[in-house]
């Protein structure tokens, strides 16, 4: 077991994720999952600084209003398929404010991926993973941050969200198999590999959560 402060970890993360086989065709592709308002973007901004401009895959962009979990076809079409045989990937991203998908993106078959948003270690896409991260910021405090960031005019949306979240990690969990734990902390990131970070109960969402209230 291995905790680190921020500058650290990442450059330590940063060699550790290169070392590793690549898990989808030539590509390392490595899953950062955890409540929305958790903190995943930052940390994978910051990773992909870390490992020279990897370039980050944002779940929230291959989701969409009708689609909230259910977008694990199109991501395999536009995405993993094309990168497991080594050609580059063609996708359209989701405009959360016009409602449809935007023009096309091209993302090359590199040497490591980084997939970000809530679902990114589900079961469907763990067996194509080289390493799946967690962040681990409680639910409470994770959706009062998207709910703070976002304002009233979506209240509507979160209360949506936080069902439809609620929903997907009760029936696909993704920290029980999470192999590193990362955590805010007062100078940056902290994170927790091992033994430590796989541990937990296949029906615990977030582990010290408690239950949701309905």
Do not use: C, N
């Amino acid at each position: 077991m291995e905790t680190q402060p921020a500058f650290q970890a990442l450059s330590g993360l940063a060699r550790e994720i290169g070392a590793l086989p690549p898990s989808l065709g030539p590509v390392r592709v490595i899953g950062i999952d955890g409540h929305a308002g958790s903190g995943k973007t930052t940390f994978a901004g910051a990773l992909s600084e870390a490992l020279g401009g990897a370039p980050v895959l944002r779940l929230d962009d291959v989701a969409s209003h009708a689609e909230l979990f259910d977008w694990v076809g199109r991501l395999r079409a536009q995405v993993l398929e094309p990168l497991a045989a080594g050609r580059p990937a063609h996708w359209a991203p989701y405009d959360w404010v016009e409602r449809r998908f935007g023009p096309e993106r091209v993302l090359e078959p590199g040497p490591v991926l980084l997939v970000e948003g809530v679902g990114a270690g589900r079961r469907a896409l763990r067996p194509h993973l080289a390493r799946l991260l967690w962040m681990e910021t409680p639910r409470a405090k994770s959706w009062g941050r998207g709910r703070s960031r976002d304002g009233r005019e979506l209240s509507d949306f979160w209360d949506g969200w936080e069902r439809a979240e609620l929903a997907h990690f009760t029936d696909d969990p993704s920290r029980p198999f999470a192999d590193t734990l990362v955590r805010q902390s007062s100078t940056g990131y902290e994170w927790t590999s091992g033994a430590a970070a796989t541990a937990g109960s296949a029906t615990s969402v977030t582990e010290g959560d408690g239950s949701p209230k309905a």
